[in-house]
């Protein structure tokens, strides 16, 4: 598969391999089914995740340093992908396919997932990601999120660019949850970041103005300094417990009544949920 003129994320780098470090193949470097999403989204089955390598952004403080930011894994054919996501269904019995920022990679998921649709296998897709998207990406790979998991992780794009090398991040997440809750169920998680809650709040208040205080949201606690944040204040250290609440707070204060807030200093499993039927409508098979 040619993608030397590669501009699927909102770099549009124009070649392969570009910013991200993806090259002309498909690299995965786990899978399996996962209990720590959203509850909707993990379900009483698990949730088919697979994590592919290469990511669009460059986090300071990314946990998964060791494959987003140095492409650890293997390289797989569409046919292997296919069986992958074929064990996930059948095996595993998931409740979704669970794409891990799967923007470098599209074209060959749509082909493996070819493969699986003329075998009469099909399951939900969860388009897992930073939210750094372009819109005319998501509208052309749209059979491949049925529920948009999409990150707004800051609301300026001079933080954006100091910690995670991500110019116009802003504009670039928010119009695609714009799109994402016009075509897809959509879940925005809020990751509250030290010395940045106020961003955070900023991104609730732009949510509620610019798209619905009734849109699923998920806020978290769960903030830990890794890789390159451990000698950069204020990514050096986790978040107050007070910067949290003041995200909690706004939530409340905004009137979001469908979600889930993490409690402080808990585990990504452990959330608190507030609205009702939140199960509803995100592909999770009891």
């Known amino acids: 598969m040619n993608?030397?003129?590669?501009e699927l994320c909102p770099r549009?780098?124009?070649r392969r391999p570009g910013f991200c470090g993806a090259e002309d193949k498909l690299r995965i470097f786990r899978w399996g089914p996962h209990f720590g999403e959203e509850p909707p989204i993990s379900g009483e089955r698990g949730s088919g995740c697979i994590f592919f390598s290469r990511c669009t952004m460059k986090c300071l403080y990314c946990q998964n340093s060791p494959w987003s930011w140095k492409g650890g894994g293997k390289d797989y054919s569409v046919e292997e992908l296919a069986a992958i996501m074929r064990k996930l269904a059948v095996e595993d019995k998931v409740g979704n396919w669970n794409l891990v920022s799967p923007t470098p990679y599209l074209p060959f998921i749509r082909e493996s997932a070819a493969i699986l649709k003329a075998e009469g296998i099909q399951l939900p897709f969860v388009w897992n990601s930073s939210g750094y998207e372009?819109?005319?990406t998501l509208e052309e790979y749209s059979d491949l999120c049925d529920t948009a998991l999409f990150d707004l992780r800051y609301s300026r794009d001079e933080t954006s660019?100091?910690?995670?090398?991500a110019p116009n991040?802003?504009?670039a997440a928010r119009?695609?949850?714009k799109w994402a809750s016009k075509n897809a169920k959509v879940i925005v998680r809020i990751l509250v970041l030290p010395g940045h809650a106020h961003e955070a709040v900023e991104n609730l208040n732009w949510l509620a103005k610019e798209v619905s205080n009734e849109i699923a949201v998920s806020i978290m606690s769960q903030y830990t300094p890794a890789y390159g944040a451990i000698s950069l204040p204020p990514f050096n250290r986790r978040v107050t417990e007070e910067e949290y609440e003041s995200v909690v707070d706004a939530?409340?204060?905004l009137g979001f009544e469908n979600g889930w807030i993490q409690g402080f200093e808990s585990?990504?499993?452990?959330?608190?949920?507030f609205g009702e039927n939140m199960n509803a409508g995100y592909g999770v098979t009891k």
Do not use: K, T
Request: glycine share 4%; charged share 25%; hydrophobic share 40%.
């Open 175 to 177: 119009e695609a949850v």
């Open 169 to 171: 991040y802003v504009s």
């Open 3 to 6: 993608l030397s003129q590669c």
């Open 134 to 136: 372009r819109v005319e």
């Open 267 to 273: 585990s990504d499993s452990e959330m608190q949920l």
């Open 12 to 14: 549009r780098c124009g």
């Open 161 to 165: 660019v100091l910690a995670s090398a």
């Open 251 to 253: 939530a409340d204060n």
